[in-house]
T-cell receptor
Framework: GIQVEQSPPDLILQEGANSTLRCNFSDSVNNLQWFHQNPWGQLINLFYIPSGTKQNGRLSATTVATERYSLLYISSSQTTDSGVYFCAVGTRAGTALIFGKGTTLSVSS | ETGVTQTPRHLVMGMTNKKSLKCEQHLGHNAMYWYKQSAKKPLELMFVYSLEERVENNSVPSRFSPECPNSSHLFLHLHTLQPEDSALYLC?????????????FGPGTRLTVT
């Protein structure tokens, strides 16, 4: 099956710093989603981005499907950005999203 | 209510109890999912329903019994669970069952089995 690897596993930032999270996947996909899991466990949809670039406020994402990776950019980080960021991929032939192990982000003031 | 809702948010149960988790989606989607997230492990798919028909069961023990009475509601019935079943149980929905469609998740039920 498809393998999803995220890096780095942990990231510690000061408030106001910028960061880049990476997601590599091992095969062609039709779906790539970025999620933020808050401390209460809820998975919040950040981007649905099987290819191309999208921006939403301080967050942006780019997926280069031909090279099988995606990047999530967080600018001017805030303490509320803390949590775990997951990348998940899916294909038209499958039903399940395949999740990476996540990047744990800690932002301190 | 909007999106995907789950109740209860927290549940503590003994190994001999029977309880049920409830999920409701308000998005008009045709597919619903149960995922399990254990500590230090990636999310794992448990069950998939499409138009109230179960289309996938990922080798889940029979002590977990799903039910989908209509396309908006999904239940997970629990009985004689083990302590290792303690986890966060997440419900999700998507427009259709193919994983090419965007999936939306509920807030989860944190289950502790004592």
């Amino acid at each position: 099956g498809i393998q999803v690897e995220q890096s780095p596993p942990d990231l510690i930032l000061q408030e106001g710093a910028n960061s880049t999270l990476r997601c590599n996947f091992s095969d062609s996909v039709n779906n790539l989603q970025w999620f933020h899991q808050n401390p209460w466990g809820q998975l919040i949809n950040l981007f649905y981005i099987p290819s191309g670039t999208k921006q939403n406020g301080r967050l942006s994402a780019t997926t280069v499907a031909t090279e099988r990776y995606s990047l999530l950019y967080i600018s001017s980080s805030q303490t509320t950005d803390s949590g775990v960021y997951f990348c998940a991929v899916g294909t038209r032939a499958g039903t399940a999203l395949i999740f990476g192990k996540g990047t744990t982000l800690s932002v301190s003031s | 209510e909007t999106g995907v809702t789950q109740t209860p948010r927290h549940l503590v149960m003994g190994m001999t109890n029977k309880k049920s988790l409830k999920c409701e989606q308000h998005l008009g989607h045709n597919a619903m999912y149960w995922y399990k997230q254990s500590a230090k492990k990636p999310l794992e798919l448990m069950f998939v329903y499409s138009l109230e028909e179960r289309v996938e069961n990922n080798s889940v023990p029979s002590r977990f019994s799903p039910e989908c009475p209509n396309s908006s509601h999904l239940f997970l019935h629990l009985h004689t669970l083990q302590p290792e079943d303690s986890a966060l149980y997440l419900c999700a929905s998507s427009r259709e069952r193919q994983a090419s469609y965007e999936q939306y998740f509920g807030p989860g039920t944190r289950l502790t089995v004592t």
